[in-house]
């Protein structure tokens, strides 16, 4: 019998470990709520006792007695507040790890909002690790609170159950109104910080061709919308707030009203009036919290639907194999790639095998696949159908150990994380110097570390910003040969390369097959040629021609005349002008 299904939600415990502190938080208020009554009962024995029997004895007792329950209601408050603070680092704990993880894993599956997946972690701790969550956690007491008005006077309590009635009522008519105004603005304002951080990205594009008020203007527009549904909602919101509020204090003034004619007539006594003021205004008081915080609560209860729903559809997360030392031999099995959203497939039905220490160029014009197929080979992406296996093991499948010590990828843009040289070299983790030091010295760029101002301590901030182009894609070439893994790929190394760098490419990629490295690098110029073993040529998604250099290379230049399928510049030993792109 095959095992249930386990999510990454149960395999968590989120629900269990977030009931468990609600649970703890609703015991407590067990107890708060009833040393909510110490006012009312003080109230009641001084004025129908202590004024009755001018007794300073007892009104000291009493007053004993009052102190030391509010001390220990400020005590048990503070006690509900320490544990919703644990339960936001309780959330912190469990989950912002693995929903960073997941996020990640998102990219791989062609998720383009992975992002949102924190945005609404935060939304929900946020929430349940503040005193917002308080008055939904006595809001289930207000039953009571009207049971003891009842007590004190059937009358009263009839009113207190008609102004709750009517609070619950604002309530529900503030979530009807405002529930759809509340979650478009929230996504209107996700756009708005897309957009922002998009603009912050291409700053220097903005700057270099004027595009400023373009990109003001465009922003205002999301803001301007999100801004318009968020008034909306809290315009209606304050009107509910602010009804509710009145309909407290005039609910409380009733009572008061009614109580002393109800002492006029002997059928209630003073103490009895105070007290029913005070316990009313207790009983609504929770309502009327939440009213006031229904925009937030809104907020919370989609972040954590959505944030639930997709946990629940994860697998539970389990340690992949480690697998013995991989030798680099590739295999491409009519891999097919799609994106989710659909249209024409990026790649069709691509094949070819490698093995190690083999380099492979991969080339063709814009927009045929090769940096897309560089991704499927890293596991950077799965495919929608087919295969890429490293030494017969699915790429995607590989425990991450295995990948980072036999995998290297550079992508078309280098990003380089907050950090010194040598963390960024060694990928984050436990440096190994001497493995930095043989990394950087593969890919040419120790002597260009060490005339940085601290070496290879050198701080980078905020992705290297201050290095130029071509230095990243160094370090990031560093990176990516660190531990000498089993396979490289190097979409477009040396686009940003000088003719220093470039030789430095060329011997790295040398040096790395000579360790039995397998190489896969995109490219189109002429000085990375020499190391290369095989060339396959891409156009809109299929691979047209894979096999050995020479041979594809006079295959293309003759057939270059009748038909020009790439930029791959075709050599020609006799003419000056070898080193050209075929046109």
Not at 237 to 257: D, E
Request: charge should be neutral; glycine fraction near 10%.
């Amino acid at each position: 019998m095959a095992k249930p299904h386990r999510s990454l939600w149960e395999d968590l415990g989120v629900t269990k470990k977030i009931g468990g502190s609600l649970a703890l938080i609703l015991g407590f208020s067990i107890f708060v709520n009833l040393l909510i009554l110490t006012s009312p009962i003080y109230m009641m024995q001084v004025y129908d006792r202590v004024l009755v029997s001018a007794r300073v004895d007892t009104l000291i007792y009493l007053s004993v007695i009052a102190l030391l329950a509010l001390a220990a209601l400020g005590a048990l408050e503070g006690v509900r507040s320490f544990i919703l603070t644990r339960l936001g680092r309780l959330l912190d704990l469990t989950l912002r790890g693995a929903v960073l993880d997941q996020s990640i894993a998102q990219a791989r599956l062609g998720a383009m909002d992975r992002h949102r997946l924190i945005e609404d972690f935060g939304t929900v701790r946020n929430y349940l690790g503040s005193p917002a969550v308080l008055p939904f956690v006595d809001a289930p007491w207000v039953p009571f609170f009207v049971a003891v008005i009842a007590l004190i006077h059937p009358l009263l309590g009839v009113l207190a159950i008609g102004s709750a009635l009517v609070l619950f009522g604002l309530a529900l008519a503030n979530d009807y109104t405002t529930r759809q105004a509340i979650l478009q603005s929230g996504q209107r304002a996700s756009q708005a910080n897309e957009f922002a951080h998009s603009a912050i990205q291409n700053a220097e594009v903005v700057n270099a061709m004027g595009m400023q008020k373009d990109v003001s203007r465009r922003y205002r527009q999301h803001v301007e919308q999100s801004g318009l549904l968020g008034q909306n909602a809290a315009d209606i919101g304050s009107i509910i707030t602010a009804a509710s509020k009145a309909i407290r204090i005039a609910v409380q003034s009733a009572t008061l009203g009614i109580g002393a004619l109800l002492v006029i007539r002997g059928e209630l006594t003073a103490g009895g009036m105070i007290a029913a003021s005070i316990v009313l205004g207790r009983a609504l008081a929770p309502i009327e919290q939440v009213i006031g915080s229904w925009k937030q609560f809104v907020s919370a209860r989609d972040a954590y639907g959505k944030m639930r729903r997709f946990l629940s559809a994860v697998p539970a997360a389990h340690e992949a194999m480690s697998l013995p030392e991989l030798k680099g031999r590739v295999d491409v099995e009519d891999v097919v790639y799609q994106l989710p959203s659909g249209g024409e497939p990026i790649l069709r039905r691509v094949a070819f095998a490698l093995q190690p220490g083999t380099a492979l160029a991969l080339v063709g014009p814009s927009a045929s696949g090769k940096s897309t197929l560089c991704r499927l080979l890293v596991g950077a992406i799965a495919p929608t159908r087919g295969n890429v296996r490293l030494d017969g093991a699915d790429v995607v499948t590989l425990n991450p150990a295995d990948v980072s010590r036999h995998i290297g990828y550079m992508p078309q843009m280098v990003e380089l994380f907050s950090g010194s040289v040598r963390e960024n070299i060694c990928r984050l983790g436990e440096p190994d110097d001497e493995a930095v030091v043989a990394a950087a010295q593969m890919a040419g760029c120790h002597e260009l570390i060490l005339r940085l101002p601290h070496g290879y301590d050198t701080e980078l901030g905020a992705r290297g910003a201050f290095l130029s182009g071509g230095q990243r894609q160094r370090i990031g070439l560093a990176r990516a040969l660190y531990g000498l893994p089993s396979l490289v790929v190097l979409d477009e190394p040396n686009s940003n390369l000088d003719q220093e760098g470039e030789t430095a490419l060329v011997a790295a990629i040398g040096r790395a097959k000579q360790q039995g490295v397998t190489i896969v690098v995109v490219s189109h110029r002429t000085s990375l040629l020499p190391p290369i073993d095989k060339l396959g040529v891409l156009r809109d998604g299929v691979l047209e021609r894979f096999g050995d250099r020479d041979e594809v290379l006079r295959d293309m230049a003759g057939n270059a005349p009748q038909r020009k399928p790439t930029l791959v510049p075709v050599p020609e030993p006799q003419d000056a002008t070898a080193g050209r792109r075929a046109p």
